[in-house]
């Protein structure tokens, strides 16, 4: 459902997103529409089933993973090729993985994660539309416009990486090395990218689809002012 402009809802939404791109000198973006996702009770009930893994599996050195999971908010940045946001629309498309939002708030990320990948959330909107690869195609078929997903993420036990490229790990890999960040002789859940700009970890891998739960859709347009 659409959030409208006097929804306080959608002004903290608004606020978070556009924080990062306060920092920028060029491009600007601007925010057409955003939704709230309506997640069916299956999934929510597998993702606090597996926040509730985490937390059984976390140690008295965690504690917030004993709390909450380390659950963080998080963005990603995908393809957008409907006319959901548009004219009040708010229906998912049928066009399948052409279209990255539908098909995520429909499916989930299981078929970015196999053989072990790990998908990659960011702290910033900023740094998710950065991350975003887009052909021509994708640029002509959104007119424009991006989508951006405002996600809950169980973060769990998270590992120092180093490689802003894809990561694909064990996750059951017993950590034992000088980048285990404390949790020596533990299992991780995720693992960092590279720190930047932004914050600290800009980015975030998680190899679970089950670990985020998307709940808001920013449909924005980039504005090049150079």
């Known amino acids: 459902s659409e959030l409208g402009r006097e929804d306080s809802g959608r002004n903290i939404v608004e606020i978070i997103f556009q924080s ?3 920092k920028r000198d060029s491009p600007l973006c601007q925010v057409d529409r955003i939704l709230k996702i309506h997640n069916t ?8 089933g597996y926040r509730d893994s985490v937390k059984s599996r976390a140690s008295r050195r ?3 993973c004993v709390a909450d999971g380390n659950e963080l908010l998080r963005f990603f940045c ?3 090729a409907c006319s959901i946001g548009t004219r009040g629309s708010t229906s998912l498309c049928g066009s399948g993985p052409s279209c990255g939002v539908c098909n995520a708030i429909r499916h989930g990320f299981g078929d970015r994660m196999a053989g072990g990948k790990g ?13 975003m690869e887009t052909t021509e195609e994708e640029k002509a078929a959104s007119r424009g416009r991006r989508a951006m997903l405002v996600c809950r993420v169980i973060a769990g036990r998270i590992r120092r990486g180093g490689s802003g490229a894809a990561i694909s ?12 960040g404390g949790l020596a002789g533990e299992r991780f859940d ?8 932004y914050s600290n970890p800009d980015e975030l891998f998680v190899f679970d689809p089950k670990a985020i739960l998307p709940c808001f859709v920013v449909i924005y347009r980039v504005q090049d002012n150079s």
């Open 62 to 64: 965690n504690p917030r």
């Open 20 to 22: 990062s791109w306060l």
């Open 119 to 131: 998908l990659c959330t960011t702290a910033t909107s900023g740094r998710a539309h950065d991350c």
């Open 169 to 180: 790990v064990d996750p059951n890999e017993v950590v034992d090395d000088d980048d285990a």
């Open 41 to 48: 009770a299956r999934t929510v009930r597998r993702f606090e």
């Open 78 to 80: 995908t393809t957008f």
């Open 190 to 197: 995720s693992v960092t990218g590279p720190t930047g700009v």
